[in-house]
């Protein structure tokens, strides 16, 4: 080998061995462990504004951090397994944004590694944090109080159905939020001199005999309870619904959207990003311990002309002024 050819490979493989001790000696990209137990495709906008909140505290996914997602497609008994597996990835941060569920199987299994949680009540009840202020250990996040309004739900549904006797409401009586909620809506419906009457639905079987249960007669409309499971179900529930004629009231716009007569309920995007931003502050250094929970303060009512004019139904013009959305 000439001289030359000899000074050039070795220059070559001596820059070579000084890339790879370079890349050796940055710093390893920090995982985020996503643990959710709805599905991808149902939260993609949602996913984006968490995605969106992270940025805000400069980072982004698959450039200076990693977000491993574990999605359990609406079968609550697979988030065991998955937080399991995300602290034996031992991430930097465990994000169960979007759903108690997964919140409290997390809160459950680590006691050290940060979570960010998001839930639609009261956290401090739930056992996720000592207190909204002082959360106290390694859970902080947003909470939406969403399962704190079936009152308010069902006075706005009353305004638009003002011809309405029979008042039912579809709980999934295995979350943790059933509780809440129905406290709420009956403390509401005794103060407007009414009764609500439950049925119980935990499965996409028993939601079709729930609605079975609920008289298919002019009169009667429904408040469907905050759950994680009936966002996932969506699509059945506003079918059904239709398929009766059965004005129903929803907690966010996505079910609206997809059908439902009317939404009142916390903006869920923002809490994603708040939820984001939460995030991204526990990578640079805080410790969940000294951000306090926030709550949201940011609600939206959708109302869909559609389904109401298929149902027949004047809206009221006091409640289209005060709407966030109109779907027409």
Do not use: C
């Amino acid at each position: 080998m000439k001289r030359r050819e000899f000074i050039r490979l070795l220059g070559g493989g001596t820059a070579m061995l000084a890339a790879g001790a370079a890349r050796a000696q940055q710093p390893a990209m920090p995982v985020i462990g996503f643990v959710h137990s709805g599905s991808r495709d149902q939260n993609v906008r949602r996913i984006a504004a968490y995605k969106n909140g992270l940025s805000g505290a400069g980072y982004v996914d698959g450039e200076n951090v990693t977000i491993e997602f574990h999605w359990a497609d609406g079968h609550e008994d697979r988030l065991r397994g998955f937080v399991a597996d995300v602290i034996k990835r031992n991430v930097a941060v465990i994000s169960t944004a979007g759903s108690t569920p997964a919140s409290l199987a997390a809160k459950a299994a680590t006691s050290t590694i940060p979570i960010v949680f998001t839930t639609g009540t009261d956290p401090v009840a739930l056992g996720l944090v000592a207190s909204l202020n002082r959360p106290g250990g390694n859970l902080t996040g947003v909470t939406a109080l969403n399962a704190d309004l079936g009152a308010k739900r069902l006075g706005l549904l009353r305004q638009l159905v003002p011809q309405a006797v029979r008042y039912y409401t579809l709980v999934n009586p295995t979350s943790a939020l059933a509780g809440p909620f129905v406290k709420d809506i009956e403390a509401g419906a005794a103060s407007l001199g009414l009764r609500v009457e439950v049925v119980n639905a935990s499965t996409a079987g028993e939601i079709d005999e729930a609605f079975e249960k609920i008289p298919q007669q002019p009169g009667t409309v429904l408040v469907v309870s905050t759950d994680a499971f009936f966002f996932t179900r969506r699509a059945q529930i506003v079918a059904l619904a239709a398929r009766r004629a059965l004005p129903a009231m929803f907690d966010n716009r996505e079910t609206a959207e997809a059908g439902g007569l009317i939404s009142y309920g916390a903006d869920f995007f923002n809490v994603m990003q708040l939820a984001g931003d939460y995030t991204g502050r526990i990578l640079k250094g805080e410790k969940p311990a000294d951000l306090p929970v926030v709550q949201s303060t940011k609600f939206e009512m959708v109302i869909n002309l559609k389904t109401a004019k298929a149902l027949g139904l004047a809206v009221p013009s006091t409640l289209l002024a005060v709407a966030d959305d109109v779907i027409e």
